[in-house]
Nanobody, 124 residues
């Protein structure tokens, strides 16, 4: 499965954005989809994931209560609603697919199908 993120942009602190992750391939519903954030000069970090097996959502502590991940299997799309954005949320956001076990859910190495990310810039 190949994925493509979109929906980024420039927003003021406290604002909102909704990112979309569109997938190709018929097996989309059998994958866990993760969102990852890469700030300038830093490694890619876990943001959120929607597990396909349990249909549960998982978040990094830094975004809990502010971001919401959801998926629409019929449309082969996963969304990341980002509220109360902060300047430290600035960076490129990527989505990816995998079948990680729970203990490895947050590791980018467990995912593939990375497409071009989408830039999010939060001004203070």
């Amino acid at each position: 499965v190949q994925l493509q993120a979109s929906g980024g942009g420039l927003v003021q602190a406290g604002g909102s954005l909704r990112l979309s992750c569109a997938a190709s391939g018929d097996t989309f519903s059998t994958y866990t989809i993760g969102w990852f954030h890469q700030a300038p000069g830093r490694e890619r970090e876990f943001v959120a994931a929607f597990r396909h097996t349990t249909r549960t959502t998982h978040y990094a502590d830094s975004v809990k209560g502010r971001f919401t991940i959801s998926r629409d299997n019929a449309k082969r799309t996963v969304f990341l609603q980002m509220n109360s954005l902060r300047p430290e949320d600035t960076g490129v956001y990527y989505c990816a697919a995998g079948r990680p076990i729970l203990s490895s859910l947050r590791s980018p190495d467990m995912y593939g199908g990375w497409g071009q990310g989408t830039q999010v810039t939060v001004s203070s």
